[in-house]
Antibody, heavy 118, light 111 residues
Framework: QVQLQQWGPGLLKPSETLSLTCGVYGGSFRHFYWTWIRQTPGKGLEWIGKIHHSGSATSNPALRSRVTMSVDTSKNQFSLKLSSVTAADTALYYC????????????WGKGTTVTVSS | QSALTQPASVSGSPGQSITISCTGTNNDVGAFNFVSWYQHLPGKAPRLVIYDVSERPSGVSDRFSGSKSGNTASLAVSRLQPEDEADYYCSSHASENSFLVFGGGTKLTVL
């Protein structure tokens, strides 16, 4: 059973870069696309992007210019960076796993609340 | 504004049935049989309850069922129980550029 554990700072100032990491435990790192999803207050869920263990990544067109994702296969970890944050990026951020050839998030991290405030 | 449209809230009494709708477009819900539904309790990670429109993951009660007609998908919950009270989100594949789109969520209240 794959489990995800995520971590990163919970408080940022405007213009800073959000940085989150998710560790994968108990399963194959190579059988999933690893994804990031956020829940903004009052707006529901928003897909941020996904990354393959090879490093190939796709992100939401609305966020693409500010999103960088990476993987560290030696540690079974993947990471998200979101640059130039504003208050609109205040959200609960989840990491997740999508098995190949599927289109649903099969495994979720517990979420990290990120607040952007001056 | 979410890509998929869900009602903000639905309610029902224990033992009753409810349905939550999820309306998209010809580019997402209507184009693919890749609609999924998630149950979300405060402070917990979302839990997959339906995938590929109508498939139930192992361990999910058969009281949960999914369907789709045109650009609208639906989640039905029968024989409501108090523990079903949660937020429910729909999601659909849209394209490789918009891999997953989500609804705004529906709060299910069990009266």
């Amino acid at each position: 059973q794959v489990q995800l554990q995520q971590w990163g700072p919970g408080l940022l100032k405007p213009s800073e870069t959000l940085s989150l990491t998710c560790g994968v435990y108990g399963g194959s790192f190579r059988h999933f696309y690893w994804t990031w999803i956020r829940q903004t207050p009052g707006k529901g869920l928003e897909w941020i992007g996904k990354i393959h263990h090879s490093g190939s990544a796709t992100s939401n067109p609305a966020l693409r210019s500010r999103v960088t994702m990476s993987v560290d296969t030696s540690k079974n970890q993947f990471s998200l960076k979101l640059s130039s944050v504003t208050a609109a990026d205040t959200a609960l951020y989840y990491c997740g796993g999508v098995m190949y050839d599927t289109y649903y998030v099969d495994v979720w991290g517990k979420g990290t609340t990120v607040t952007v405030s001056s | 504004q979410s890509a998929l449209t869900q009602p903000a809230s639905v309610s029902g009494s224990p033992g009753q049935s409810i349905t939550i709708s999820c309306t998209g477009t010809n580019n997402d819900v209507g184009a693919f049989n890749f609609v999924s539904w998630y149950q979300h309790l405060p402070g917990k990670a979302p839990r997959l309850v339906i995938y590929d429109v109508s498939e139930r993951p192992s361990g999910v009660s058969d009281r949960f069922s999914g369907s789709k007609s045109g650009n609208t998908a639906s989640l039905a919950v029968s024989r409501l129980q108090p523990e079903d009270e949660a937020d429910y989100y729909c999601s659909s594949h849209a394209s490789e550029n918009s891999f997953l789109v989500f609804g705004g969520g529906t709060k299910l209240t069990v009266l």
